[in-house]
């Protein structure tokens, strides 16, 4: 991690000590989601292949029809 500068004002300790958590944990969340894409994961919510599984049937006319069907 690259050190962090200061540039303007006198921030408190808890005021720097929460910008540190906040970038720290920005980074190991990031960390995380690529380690989960190396993984063989998929790299957006676009690509995930879960989106296209068969949802519940929506009220309609044909709700009672659609609801037994095997999906």
């Given amino acids: 991690m690259t050190p962090i500068q200061v540039l303007h004002g006198q921030p408190t300790p808890e005021e720097l000590a929460t910008v540190l958590a906040v970038v720290s944990a920005r980074a190991a969340a990031e960390a995380a989601a690529a ?3 190396a993984g063989g ?3 957006s919510a676009w ?3 879960a989106r296209r ?3 519940a049937p929506a009220p309609g ?3 009672w029809r659609t609801s037994g069907w095997a999906g």
């Fill in 35 to 37: 380690a989960g894409r």
């Fill in 41 to 43: 994961g998929p790299a």
């Fill in 47 to 49: 690509n995930d292949r």
């Fill in 53 to 55: 599984m068969r949802h």
């Fill in 61 to 63: 006319p044909h709700a």
